[in-house]
Nanobody, 125 residues
């Protein structure tokens, strides 16, 4: 299983970015796909997840209404569209997946077995 993130960068507060997570090596529909982020000196935190078979999504309260997860089945790619960015969104963003993740545990990073390398998002004030 491989996950490769891209799309990070430097953006001003109020701006937008779209991150991509290209997946390979497994059936795209089989697992929950989560997005997490980690700022310097902080714990890795849940951002959102695309539930099994892409039926629905879930988001952390801190990003609800600003971030949107979507998927492209043909490309086996998941996207994280981020808008109204604030400096507190600055972090390395990761996508992750794995067979041990359920809807009940999707916010727990320890449940995810496969991770991408991360992509840096920096929001300037």
């Amino acid at each position: 299983v491989q996950l490769v993130e891209s799309g990070g960068g430097l953006v001003q507060a109020g701006g937008s970015l779209r991150l991509s997570c290209q997946t390979s090596g497994y059936n795209f529909d089989d697992y929950v796909i989560g997005w997490f982020r980690q700022a310097p000196g902080k714990e890795r935190e849940f951002v959102g997840a695309l539930k099994w078979r892409g039926i629905s999504t879930a988001y952390a309260d801190s990003v609800k209404g600003r971030f949107t997860i979507s998927r492209d089945n043909a490309e086996s790619t998941v996207y994280l569209a981020m808008s109204s960015l604030i400096p507190e969104d600055t972090a390395v963003y990761y996508c992750a997946t794995g067979p041990r993740v359920t809807i009940a545990t999707m916010t727990l990073h320890a449940r995810y077995d496969y991770w991408g390398q991360g992509t840096q998002v920096t929001v300037s004030s």
